[in-house]
């Protein structure tokens, strides 16, 4: 819940703790004084000291010199919803966004809004108590993470829905390979680091018969999640984005960024540029060329993946020398 105390300078408290942090922020690791601060804000010295140390309570931490002033040393590893707003490039996607502490699913969440939600809403949660993965799982969410789910309204038949799978799965690989992270994706939407899992997407439809209601695509993303956190036996084939560059990540920046290449990535789908979908998807593929068994409710598929459709299918060479297009299943690769 927001704190609409008043400071004397007239302004609401949190927003002059806010201002302070942009001003620090801006300065990145340069001092600014006390004095600045306040002239800036229109308070005292004293007051600027007042908030400094409050701001301080909440895990900001800020170093002072009474020679040269205040240098923001690390921010409180939080998501920070204002921040995300100021700092999003996106003209359709986050327009809406809505933050929360703690939710049962962001999915789950998204499903009750998205018929009277706008197009581009994004509902993120800093933990989750029931966190979804696909085939029925449990996704164990935890802080630290990334956490969001999307609501999506294209106008597109039913029939080419399967390739926002891939379209995301794109989004999160170029957004972790921008950062230093060398992602890539397995079919049909896990994103991998090293063999290990880095991000999950569970996509959810709602459409009568041709025309598409809308799309939930959550994204969970072991930002700077603690392995040791994770349950063992996913633990041994996860990784974190902090396990893999040594240290923990802006989550509000790198959501500004993802977000931003999502839209980059829905704006090809919207304008149906699929061949280059599933050319960039092929190109970040870890499957692709690899030995597979794929699990579908009606059947097992074995043999070698050579490729990917542009309804998102994986193309599987199976032992017979026959290719088969699979859809939807759990891919394992074979020893
Ligand atoms: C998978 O099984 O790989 C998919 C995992 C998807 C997890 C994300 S976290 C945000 C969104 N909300 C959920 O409940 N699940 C998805």
């Not at 957004?175 to 939407?189: E, M, Q, S, T």
């Amino acid at each position: 819940m927001s704190d609409t105390k008043h400071s004397y300078g007239g302004m609401p408290v949190n927003d002059n703790k806010k201002e302070i942090i942009r001003l620090l922020r801006q300065f990145e690791g340069e001092p600014v004084s006390g004095q600045e601060i306040g002239e800036k804000l229109g308070i005292t010295r004293a007051m600027v000291w007042k908030y400094v140390k409050s701001l301080r309570k909440e895990g900001y931490d800020i170093r002072s010199s009474p020679k040269t002033g205040y240098i923001l040393d690390a921010c409180p590893d939080r998501i920070e919803p204002d921040e995300l707003r100021e700092l999003l490039k996106t003209t359709l996607i986050g327009t809406d966004i809505r933050y929360y502490a703690e939710l049962e699913s962001t999915n789950s969440t998204a499903r009750e809004i998205a018929s009277r939600a706008s197009e581009g809403t994004v509902i993120i949660a800093e933990t989750q108590k029931k966190g979804r993965g696909r085939m029925g799982t449990e996704w164990q969410s935890m802080p630290g993470g990334i956490w969001l789910s999307l609501i999506l309204k294209p106008s597109m038949p039913l029939e080419y829905i399967s390739k926002i799978t891939l379209v995301a799965g794109i989004a999160v690989a170029n957004a972790l390979r921008a950062i230093g992270v060398d992602a890539h994706i397995k079919w049909p939407n896990d994103v991998l680091v090293r063999g290990k899992k880095i991000c999950g997407i569970l996509t959810e439809v709602n459409a009568e018969v041709e025309k598409v209601d809308y799309v939930i695509l959550g994204i969970g993303i072991n930002a700077n999640v603690r392995l040791s956190d994770l349950k063992e036996e996913i633990r041994k084939n996860s990784t974190s984005i902090a396990n893999e560059l040594g240290k923990v990540i802006d989550r509000t920046a790198f959501v500004a960024m993802f977000l931003y290449e999502l839209e980059q990535q829905y704006i090809r789908f919207e304008t149906r540029q699929f061949t280059d979908i599933v050319d960039e998807w092929i190109n970040l593929s870890d499957t692709i060329g690899k030995d597979v068994k794929v699990t579908t409710p009606s059947r097992i598929i074995e043999g070698k993946a050579v490729g990917v459709t542009e309804k998102g299918a994986l193309v599987v060479l199976d032992r017979n020398g026959k290719k088969q297009e699979i859809i939807a299943g759990n891919c394992r690769y074979s020893d």
